[in-house]
């Protein structure tokens, strides 16, 4: 690859996550500390490497991007300052940008969903998140026995709840989708 | 004391209990609490998980309605705290500044930056607060060992969000002590839950949590106290199995209630998964009364 191509894609999560990448020196805090990086396909630091190298694809396609939870103890340990959280942020909004398919189609189904419920009402939902991630990802019965425990409890309401200025959040997100090529 | 009073979505659901003692405990120490004319949701992960200029602009309305009131915020839930501290640190420069100006044209005003935003914890964990706690205090916790969770949200950035030593906080543990009860030593206090992995990979949140449980039980805890709806949901309702026996997992403020015995806090047990009254009756038994 060269030079030219490796850097244009650095500078890119560079710049989307403002994070300074370039300081990386590969000490490994932010996966020793990192909860998920057992489960993870790429280890925090290996994504940083990657990305310095300009390898995008192996980056872009990978399970760990989307398995983050943004718990920030990497940002918390990192002795550069860097945030991986942040670049990974980066990397999930350069994924959709350029059509990869969700290394955990599972975890892009809950947070479209979620943020669908909110677009519509202003409020999450919880049913309603539900009900969409079920219909998206076809599993129908997984945390069903639950679902009923946390019903029977009042934990999960039947109606949703709605603000009054749901024009304001349908601007912001017609906004938002406008800023993205 | 004024405050107002932003709840965010779990409250007002998943975490009513958290909601009610929060009021509760706030009234009977004189903190006058108003909610938030026509608030909406913060976008917590998802939002910012998948734009940042969402994870700054959905937080920040509710800046904007705040500053109409004149008024600090109280954000009991710590994702939605975090997204808000979250909104002002951004507000200055690149997206988040985007973010700023384009609310601006849509509510027709400008963003001053001047409200305070604050979590229960950091209101209830200064000296006078906590010495007002130890008078209301009447039905004591005494002989109840508590392992202290803040999970991720309420310190980490640090620099955005961290009201105490994002390390080694200590306000619920203060808290924990003016009511009688006894804080156990563990190191799980700052570890992560999975929080909103909880619906897509409900594998990994049971992995985490059972870490976390097994160490409070490890470290004696008859009850762990948290002060985030995510990792008191996942918690509570992710431990099956986990430890030799269930820990319940209460709201920091559901445990101070029942300590000043406040009647709106009665009741609320029923909405936990892992009963909480064996380990109040040790509690209990010394008074013979009450029940969560
Ligand atoms: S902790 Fe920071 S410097 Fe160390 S490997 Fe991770 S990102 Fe690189
Ligand atoms: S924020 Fe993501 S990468 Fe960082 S420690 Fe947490 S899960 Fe790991």
Redo the contacts between chains.
Sequence with gaps: MSTAVTLDFYRRVAGESSEPIARCYQCQKCSGGCPVSFAMDLRPHEVIRLVQLGRDEEVLKSQAIWICIGCKTCQARCPNDIDASRVMDGLRALARERGYRPGDERVAAFHEAFLRTVQGLGRAYELGTVALFKARTRDLFGDLTLGLEMFRRGKLKIRPSRIRRRAEIGRIFRLAKGKRP | MRYAYYPG??L???A?EYDISTRAVMKALGVELLELE????C?????????????V??PM?NLFIAEETGLDVLAPCAACYNSLRHAQAAAEE?EGQ?ARR??EQ??GREYRGDVQVLHPLELLGGDEMLEAVRQKVTRPLRGLKVATYYG?LL????REVAFED??RPVSMDRLMEAAGAEVVRWSYKT??C????A????D?VVE?VAGIVRAALAAGAEAIVTACPLCQ?NLD?RQAGAGERPVPVLYVTEALAWAMELPEASGLG????VDPAPALAAVNSQRGMGEL
């Design positions: 979505c779990s007002h659901s998943t009513e026509d608030w909406s949701c976008g917590a992960t998802p939002a910012h998980s998948s734009d940042k200029f969402l994870g602009a959905l309305r690149g985007e384009a609310l849509i509510l991720c310190g980490r950035p640090a994002p390390e570890d992560c999975g929080g909103s992995l619906v897509a990979r409900p990994l985490l949901s309702t029923r909405r936990h998964l």
